[in-house]
């Protein structure tokens, strides 16, 4: 099964094209930073033009860079929620026009469960069950996988997500947009223990997770500081350790619990080096996704998708995007 795979949840317009017996043919993604630098954020309705102007050229030069036609296509994927409702109408739209037209079936994916199985992409994919890590600019969560569908949450953020308090400390600390990797750049070229941050309800059981307080004390640190450049970077490494150990202390704590011994993790902050780095130290095996499919892209979407359709997913012809969907309510595949 040839599946087309349509990502249009934010601010990047990803597409790509699985097939179930050759695996990934070939994917594709164009970024509106430089769109929304200027603003400091992303700018919903500007993000939407964009991704009409660019959804089409994109689905072209994929299809042709598989050495497939459109009528070759058995199935398409799309993200249809969580995400910005006007972004995921683009491709939702689009999905469901290809579909129509072709007369093959058409399935929307949940963005976060594309993240959870874009390990699965990799030659060396991990093996069910497994605890996945899923940290991102908009959720943070602790998930046990038991299958493919069936998902069970053992913590969350019950406020900023990871991905969050990265970018909006980053702009505490005058950095530009897009801040998180900016930031963790930074902290590269900060010392080690010259600043002790805490963290976050490491004190209480759970896995449950608290990042807007770092916000407050990384200000407040910066404020009391000479506010040199290297007074910047070091705050800037105190952060990041300080969120990479919670991630870590958590994921430690996700894994006794459930008994599991696989960890994923997935998301755009599964790009940062220093989370990868350390969560090497689990006494488990540890999959990470390559740091091109850490962010959103289309070759998850069509990976899920797969997955669904093969397993018999049948939606009616209709355009229903969600904005905020529940990880939890997917139906389980037989799988």
């Known amino acids: 099964m040839r599946v087309l795979g349509i990502e249009t949840s934010?601010?990047?317009?990803?597409?790509?094209?699985?097939?179930?017996?050759?695996g990934l043919l070939t994917h594709q993604l164009f970024s509106q930073v430089n769109l929304h630098a200027d603003y400091g954020g992303v700018v919903p309705e500007l993000a939407s033009r964009d991704h009409i102007r660019r959804i089409v050229p994109l689905t072209r030069q994929v299809v042709a860079e598989a050495g497939l036609a459109l009528a070759d296509l058995d199935g398409v994927a799309y993200t249809a929620g969580p995400g910005l409702m006007g972004a995921l109408m683009v491709g939702a739209s689009m999905a469901r026009s290809l579909a129509w037209g072709l007369n093959i079936p058409a399935v929307g994916v949940h963005h976060m469960e594309g993240h959870l199985l874009a390990p699965m992409l990799?030659?060396?994919?991990?093996?069910?069950?497994?605890?996945?890590?899923?940290?991102s600019g908009g959720h943070t969560m602790l998930v046990d996988v038991p299958r493919v569908g069936e998902y069970h949450l053992l913590g969350e953020s019950l406020?900023?997500?990871?991905?969050?308090a990265f970018d909006k400390t980053a702009k505490l600390l005058g950095l530009d947009y897009p801040g998180g990797p900016l930031l963790a750049k930074l902290a590269e070229q900060g010392e080690a223990d010259v600043y002790q941050f805490p963290r976050p309800m490491l004190d209480r059981p759970g896995c449950d997770f608290s990042f807007s307080g770092l916000k407050t004390y990384t200000?407040?640190?910066?404020?009391?500081?000479?506010?040199?450049?290297?007074?910047k970077a070091?705050?800037?490494?105190?952060?990041?350790?300080?969120?990479?150990?919670?991630?870590?202390?958590?994921?430690?704590?996700?894994?006794?619990?459930?008994?599991?011994?696989?960890?994923?993790?997935?998301?755009?902050?599964?790009?940062?080096?220093?989370?990868?780095?350390?969560?090497?130290?689990?006494?488990?095996?540890?999959?990470?996704?390559?740091?091109?499919?850490?962010?959103?892209?289309?070759?998850m979407i069509a990976y899920a998708g797969a997955l669904r359709l093969q397993a018999g997913a049948s939606e009616p012809p209709i355009i229903t995007p969600r904005a905020r969907w529940p990880l939890m309510e997917l139906d389980a595949l037989a799988i």
């Open 122 to 135: 990799e030659d060396a994919a991990p093996s069910l069950p497994f605890v996945a890590l899923l940290v």
């Open 159 to 164: 406020d900023d997500a990871a991905g969050e």
């Open 219 to 231: 200000l407040t640190t910066w404020q009391k500081s000479a506010q040199t450049p290297q007074d």
């Open 234 to 299: 070091n705050i800037a490494r105190a952060f990041e350790e300080a969120v990479v150990d919670t991630l870590l202390q958590k994921s430690r704590r996700a894994l006794k619990q459930t008994g599991r011994n696989t960890l994923v993790i997935a998301g755009g902050v599964g790009a940062n080096k220093c989370l990868r780095a350390r969560l090497q130290e689990l006494a488990a095996q540890v999959y990470c996704p390559r740091l091109a499919f850490c962010t959103d892209n289309g070759a």
């Open 10 to 22: 934010c601010d990047e317009t990803g597409v790509a094209v699985y097939d179930t017996e050759q």
